[in-house]
């Protein structure tokens, strides 16, 4: 286990370019030592890009002390005051969570998913990200359905609350070996007519006007809107959409919508929501 | 984080008897915040034996701050003066070490050494013993040398200095893998409202009635149909399509042909394919 790829040669665990391309995203995190825990645990395994939605408190001297030797990467820290800014440009994102969550993505265990991942980032084709939640609350129901994956660690049953820097830890770790491992590839990308994976932007669009499609049918309760989203997310989120799949949806949807009389314009959907 | 839900299943990873014998032990710990963290990384991995030889400080209110739930863990640490003390009946101990030592013992990666540990405490003759060093200066070379294997954790080479309840989480984890067959089951299936997956002449209607939209839409060119429904059928069929997931997609699609006005019977559109 463990051998350098070909391209890699002298030092026995040289990551590869891969890990450059992950973000580590804490949404909400209340204790700025532990973002100082995660900027250190990032940096041991070779990880840099840390995002930040909403910290409570941050920059602050507890996250610089946690952080000891990382404090770099606190400073190039990127806060965001959503998980969607956040995952901007980003192609793949995994929500580490313990729960089960109905209708939620597909659920792997750390150790299965950070080859996934790391096939995602050598693509070279956008970021991949690491979503972890609140330390009391973890990641919402929403913040998850918009990852491609769960991931979760195994824990023992009567004691499963990690420590969020402790969590930050073991999945960079994974990575990094995973990086080093030279596990085999999926067959997955070598199909044909594959495409460059759709961006979380790109398919967060597609949701948005299938969304409008739905409402405009009356298939969609706008008030309601989150059960039935939620099983949808859940479909395409397994598939991992690539960029062409993602057109070629929306290309339905437009046809759908120039079917049944005129395509309506965000702004005028937007108005005829706001008065509901 | 990663609470648990009340609800959530039988473990999928129950642990073997064997984590009950292994002791982790923090040699000349400086700060009481690395106690309480290894003590919660412990027991979120199963283990429950700590011993702490001369803390700086100990018992103290930021070690309880920082095992959180764990704080039965630290009632129990065993203090001790000496290491040879802590390690009084244990048959196989393990040191992380970082460093290459001269004359040292023989030196594993942590996911090497945790089956071998593991195999040790269940032959049940006795303790097995991961031992830990102090912050800064970790171990000395006597306390090394009285392990029976060095362990080190592969971190990045300009920054490998993991925090002491970071490393503590990982070798724990790794044991945990370990004592749990490294692989867990099969989640995907087990998620609550996963549905049975979809028939294959469920599917083929939902890709007829699919098509039959795009036509009626003027999406799909029916004389050329061959690409763009080999592409529908590569996402759909990489995302294994449950029977309810199918379900909504019809429905979606009926909704979309009543308001372009009045579903067409399969027989009238069977009529209008043929006349072209």
Chains 1, 2 share one sequence.
Do not use: W
């Not at 100082?36 to 995002?51: D, E, F, I, V």
């Not at 800014?85 to 929500?95: E, H, R, Y």
């Not at 939640?133 to 769960?150: I, K």
């Not at 079917?259 to 008065?275: C, L, P, V, Y």
């Amino acid at each position: 286990m463990n051998r350098p790829s070909p391209s890699s040669p002298a030092p026995p665990f040289a990551p590869r370019d891969a890990l450059s391309r992950v973000r580590v995203v804490l949404s909400n995190p209340s204790h700025p030592g532990n973002i100082g825990a995660a900027a250190r645990a990032m940096k041991t395994m070779g990880l840099r890009r840390l995002y930040l939605v909403r910290p409570k408190r941050f920059p602050d001297p507890e996250a610089d002390a946690r952080a000891a030797g990382a404090g770099d990467v606190l400073e190039r820290a990127v806060v965001r005051e959503t998980l969607d800014d956040a995952l901007s440009g980003v192609v793949f994102a995994v929500a580490l969570s313990a729960r089960h969550r109905n209708l939620g993505p597909q659920r792997l265990q750390a150790r299965e998913a950070a080859p996934l991942i790391l096939e995602r980032a050598e693509a070279g084709d956008g970021d991949v990200a690491l979503v972890f939640g609140n330390e009391t609350t973890g990641l919402s129901n929403d913040e998850v359905q918009r990852c491609q994956r769960a991931v979760f660690i195994p824990a023992d049953a009567s004691y499963s609350s990690l420590n969020l820097g402790a969590a930050v830890q073991l999945l960079c770790y994974e990575l990094r070996l995973a990086a080093c491992g030279g596990r085999p590839r999926e067959a997955t990308r070598t199909l044909p007519f594959s495409s460059p994976p759709a961006s979380s932007d790109d398919i967060e669009r597609f949701y948005a006007h299938l969304m409008r499609v739905m409402v405009r049918t009356g298939f969609l309760d706008p008030r309601q809107p989150k059960r039935l989203m939620a099983k949808i997310r859940r479909l395409f989120g397994r598939a991992a959409l690539e960029r062409d799949e993602v057109n070629i949806m929306r290309g339905i949807l437009d046809a759908a919508e120039r079917a049944f009389g005129g395509q309506i314009s965000e702004d005028r959907f937007q108005k005829t929501e706001d008065r509901r």
